[in-house]
């Protein structure tokens, strides 16, 4: 159920500086400082220890360093004991005020650990958190109950480096402290089949509600890198994401059957979508029936050539609804905005809003997919036909397009309510020979360059694509200033 519109929190937005020019990007979200000795802030002194500031949606009483639970930052002791005897001490106090687990510089290299509620895991601008690269130190869990099979293989699934279930209150974040996957070698024994479960995710929260994670530096994910699913009340933001091109699967953010989700100021380097929507997979997730809906999207760049910059799928048998997305730059990326489909997958992928997008360098600007497969198994209904309808793209420059547009409906099932306003597209200097390609499509265009498809029939009487004015519940969330303790 959604919050009421009385959230408990009202927002303060943070800021993100893109220098395209050199593709990197300066993100500025999370003011950081030192206090030797004395109050600021209104704060005090935490375990004796000077303190740093960050944001949060909520603060906590306690604190711990995980070095006092015999953690070593050397980059070679294995200390997933440290960590999970550090949060299982503050599993005891948490109630209380909450609590938080420090991670200060050095390099920690650790198995899959589960996190608690009321609880804050804060990693120092020089903390490097590395994922255990041996297979033992990952458990198995089961298969999502509404994907009913491993994406990998057919069996359970690894534990991701950083878990947690029926959490409510949990907060990720740091001074963009560094967490790495060190997926290299997940990615080769998926490549060659050399795996019974799937891959471990890098952050994967599941049954949650009051969830931030900000202001970190994510590397080389064996699989997805952020994935919360079925969870309410979600903030990601001041994230920088970065994976090889070539990497398998390595999402950047991937909110699954969530409602309430609002995701800005990320930069994001993948081999796959940067932005995936999903909400289960066919018949698995036809029965479970929980939608990824009333999500925000803002103030991403992503870079990605083999994938979209933001997709609706193909894992989208919830059904995908109320998703809004603009000041989007895409550069080198294979499309900006994809819906996959398939017979198979029922639901529907509906009031989708796009707007302010700048691309550079793109295969498709818009491709829609009514034939993508990819099943989790034989027994899904080819009869279960997705409703896709409400889709509206607005507002959007692009330069060096090899074709603007490829869209397939399914047949005798259109996609419908397509609209594109106030749309320039500029083309590659060889582009495809066929600049638009659309089957069993409906909808309207005004002011579109090149001019799409007669399918889409050109109405100048619309002056711009509908786009929500509302607010939704997550924008109205305050972060507050928070302390933890400085560790030189």
């Avoid at 960050?54 to 953690?71: D, L, M, P, Q, W």
């Avoid at 905005?337 to 302010?356: E, H, L, N």
């Avoid at 409906?442 to 799409?452: D, F, I, L, N």
Wanted: hydrophobic share 35%; charged share 20%; with cysteine.
């Amino acid at each position: 159920m959604l919050p009421s519109r009385k959230p408990r929190y009202t927002a303060v937005k943070t800021g993100v500086v893109y220098n395209v020019a050199i593709i990197w990007v300066l993100l500025i979200s999370i003011s950081t400082k030192t206090v030797k000795g004395r109050i600021e802030d209104g704060g005090k002194m935490v375990n004796s220890h000077p303190t740093i500031s960050y944001r949060a949606v909520n603060c906590r009483k306690h604190s711990a360093i995980v070095t006092e639970f015999g953690a070593k930052g050397d980059g070679k002791t294995l200390n997933t004991k440290a960590f999970k005897s550090a949060i299982r001490h503050l599993s005891r106090i948490a109630p209380d005020g909450g609590a938080q687990l420090i991670i200060p510089r050095g390099r920690w290299l650790t198995g899959s650990f589960s996190l608690i509620s009321h609880f804050t895991l804060y990693l120092h601008k020089d903390a490097v958190l590395l994922a255990s690269q041996d297979e033992k130190d990952w458990p198995i869990l089961a298969p999502l109950p509404s994907y009913g099979k491993g994406r990998d293989a057919p069996a359970g699934r690894y534990q991701s480096l950083i878990f947690g279930t029926n959490l409510t209150d949990v907060i990720i974040t740091g001074a963009n402290g560094t967490i790495d996957g060190q997926g290299a070698i997940w990615w080769k024994k998926y490549r060659n089949n050399e795996l019974n479960e799937t891959r471990p995710y890098m952050i994967e929260l599941m049954f949650s509600n009051g969830v931030q994670i900000s202001d970190l530096t994510l590397l080389n994910s064996p699989n997805w890198n952020v994935h919360p699913i079925y969870c309410r009340d979600v903030i990601i933001q001041g994230l920088t994401i970065l994976a090889p091109t070539h990497s398998a699967n390595t999402d950047g953010i991937d909110p699954d059957s969530c409602s309430n989700v609002l995701i800005e100021n990320n930069y994001i380097v993948s081999g796959d979508d940067c932005i995936a929507i999903k909400s289960g997979w066919d018949e698995y997730g036809n029965r479970f029936n929980m939608p990824t809906q009333h999500v925000i999207i803002r103030h991403l760049t992503c870079i990605s050539p083999t994938s979209a910059t933001i997709a609706l799928g193909s894992e989208m048998s919830g059904g995908i609804q109320d998703i809004r997305a603009e000041h989007i730059t895409a550069i080198d990326t294979e499309s900006a905005v994809r819906i996959k489909s398939s017979p198979g997958r029922g639901a529907f992928v509906k009031d989708i809003f796009v707007r302010k997008m700048t691309m550079k360098t793109m295969k498709y600007v818009f491709w829609m997919t009514g034939y993508y497969g990819a099943h989790p198994d034989p027994y899904y209904n080819p009869r279960a036909l997705p409703t896709i309808e409400g889709i509206n793209y607005g507002d959007m420059i692009a330069e060096n397009v090899s074709m603007p547009g490829y869209l397939e409906g399914i047949k005798g099932d259109v996609f419908k309510g397509i609209c594109m306003s106030n749309i320039t597209i500029g083309l590659a200097r060889e582009p495809k020979e066929m600049l638009w390609n659309c089957t069993n499509v409906e909808g309207v265009m005004s002011r579109v360059k090149p001019r799409a498809c007669g399918l889409l029939r050109e109405d100048n009487r619309v002056v711009d694509c509908p786009f929500p004015k509302d607010r939704l519940p997550i924008e109205e969330v305050e972060l507050k200033v928070c302390l933890a303790p400085f560790v030189a």
